[in-house]
Structure formats: structure tokens, C-alpha cells
């Protein structure tokens, strides 16, 4: 892939993606280290830790929800535009003109099922954030993060 052909916004969205994944992966390895320490602990032990790995579950299941909305609408959007590209060249009379109407009523519907994909992407963030991860019934749950990564969605 040409860096300069790619603008400076992409460039930052794939380094910031980069640097997200980097961040799991240290996650990932350090978690490793501990697996061993893991075996040694006491069942109370395994079970806080297991709970903080649903807690990190859930969030992350937040922000996947939370990204396909955002995907989803754009792609939607893409769709939108590429049809008005179509049914303006049609109009124009510009080569295949039935070609193009057929194009710009396929991209139509494409948007229209991104949209309803949106929708129920949207609707089962909203149900996941509902239900909550599964935590300690004593621990007060800290839903600000969920509530930001909805807002973010939208």
C-alpha cells in the first residue's frame, strides 16, 4: 500500500488501530506469565479472576457493538452516495442509463439492510448494557464506560 496515497485521517484511524492491538497483545502476554500463578491460587483467587475476565468480556463485546453501528451506518451512507452517483449519471444520460438505474437501485437497498444491521446492532448494545457483565453482586457496576461507548455509537 502507497503511504502517500493514503490520506492523514485513515493514516491515524490504522495507527491508532495498530497501537490498540499492541496494547491487547501485551495484555495477552502478561496475562500468559500469570496463567501459571494461576494454578496456585486459592478458589476464591480463581474466581475474582474470573470475573475480570467477564468484566473484560463485556467491554469489549460493548465496543464491537458499539464499532459494527458506527460500520454499519457509514457503509450506509456509502451506499446512499454511490446510488445518487448512479440515478445523477443516468439522468445525465451518461452511458448505460439503465444500467445505472439498475446500479443505483441495488446500492438503495444495500443502504436500506446497513441500516436495519445498524439497527440491531444498536438494539443488542442497548440489551447487552441492560443485562451487565457478570460481576460480583456486592461490587457496585461502573456503567459510565458502557454508556459512553452507546453515546459513541450514535
Given amino acids: 500500500m502507497d503511504s502517500e496515497a493514503t490520506p492523514p485521517i485513515r493514516r491515524r484511524e490504522i495507527e491508532d488501530r495498530l497501537h490498540a492491538v499492541r496494547a491487547r497483545l501485551k495484555t495477552l502476554r502478561e496475562r500468559g506469565v500469570e496463567a ?61 442509463v439503465r444500467g445505472h438505474e439498475r446500479q443505483a437501485a441495488l446500492h438503495r437497498d444495500a443502504a436500506a439492510a446497513d441500516r436495519d444491521r445498524a439497527d440491531r446492532a444498536l438494539s443488542l448494545l442497548s440489551a447487552y448494557e441492560r443485562t451487565g457483565p457478570a460481576a460480583d453482586p456486592d461490587e457496585p457496576v461502573d456503567r459510565g464506560r458502557a454508556q459512553a461507548s452507546a453515546s459513541e455509537a450514535d
Fill in 36 to 96: 501459571d500463578k494461576r494454578w496456585a491460587s486459592t478458589p476464591r483467587e480463581r474466581v475474582a479472576a474470573a470475573q475480570r475476565h467477564a468484566a473484560e468480556a463485556y467491554e469489549s463485546a460493548l465496543q464491537v457493538l458499539a464499532a459494527s453501528v458506527q460500520a454499519f451506518r457509514r457503509a450506509a451512507e456509502a451506499h446512499e452516495r454511490a446510488a445518487s452517483m448512479h440515478e445523477r449519471t443516468a439522468v445525465a444520460g451518461i452511458g448505460d
